[in-house]
């Protein structure tokens, strides 16, 4: 955790917590994932996730879809629109505020109003 920069939290598959619906504990003990350590999500402060998922068995011969060839990824893609001049202190805290190269300073002699 950088001073001055917000908290990022991981989210891991170990994060996840199997919650019985009906009578599923009478026939299930504890589900888990099979790998604890594959990265769901990064939260900055104020982010949540509220997931709901539904599993079914299967296998490649049935359908493609169970077969494990597969690898998904994301990269999150922002547009960020600045509708008005930053100078000086708040320039630089902006700077400071998010992941390194989000945002940069230019120098400038002239303030805008």
């Known amino acids: 955790h950088t001073p001055n920069r917000p908290y990022t939290k991981h989210i891991y598959s170990s994060d996840l917590e199997w919650v019985p619906q009906g009578d599923q504990a009478t026939f299930f003990s504890n589900i888990r994932p099979v790998h604890e350590d594959i990265l769901i999500a990064k939260l900055r402060p104020g982010q949540a996730i509220e997931l709901e998922a539904h599993a079914r068995k299967g296998i490649g011969k049935d359908h493609a ?33 998010y992941e390194p190269g989000v945002f940069t300073l230019v120098k400038t002699n002239v303030k805008d109003g």
């Open 65 to 97: 879809k169970y077969s494990p060839v597969a690898t998904a990824a994301y990269r999150l893609m922002p547009h960020i629109e600045i509708v008005k001049p930053i100078y000086d202190d708040l320039a630089e805290e902006l700077v400071h505020l």
